[in-house]
C-alpha cells in the first residue's frame, strides 16, 4: 500500500519520509503573506490507498483536521474533523497510523460528521 503527501501548491510526493511530512506541516505555520498568497490550499494531506479505498488525513493552518474515507454502504466519501484544534505533532502521529493502516486506532479519536456544504 502505498501514501501520497500532497501540500499546499497542490504538489504531491509518493510515500513520503517523516522528514519531508514534517515540512509540508511546517509550511503551513509561516506567516510570510506572500507565501500565503501564491499557495494553491490551505491545507495539506495525506492519503493512503488500502488497495480498495482512498483514506486520507488533512489538516490547516489553524489546526483543523479532517478525516475522509469511503462511507457506508454506498462508497461515497465520509468526512469527519476533530473538535478541538490539533498540532502538528499530534498530525504527525495520525499520518503515521495511516502509513500502517491502523484505521481502528485513527477511528478511535472523538471524530465528528463535518457538514456538508450546500
Known sequence: MSTTLTDR???????????????????????????AASSERDDVSLAWWDGDHDWSIATDARGNTIFSGPGDPDDTIAEYDLP??????????LWHLLTLGDLAAIRRLPWRPRATQP
Open 9 to 35: 501548491w497542490g504538489d504531491s510526493i509518493t510515500d513520503p519520509t517523516e522528514a519531508q511530512c514534517l515540512v509540508v506541516l511546517r509550511e503551513l505555520a509561516t506567516d510570510d503573506p506572500e507565501l
Open 84 to 93: 478541538e484544534p490539533t498540532t502538528h505533532e499530534h498530525v504527525l502521529a
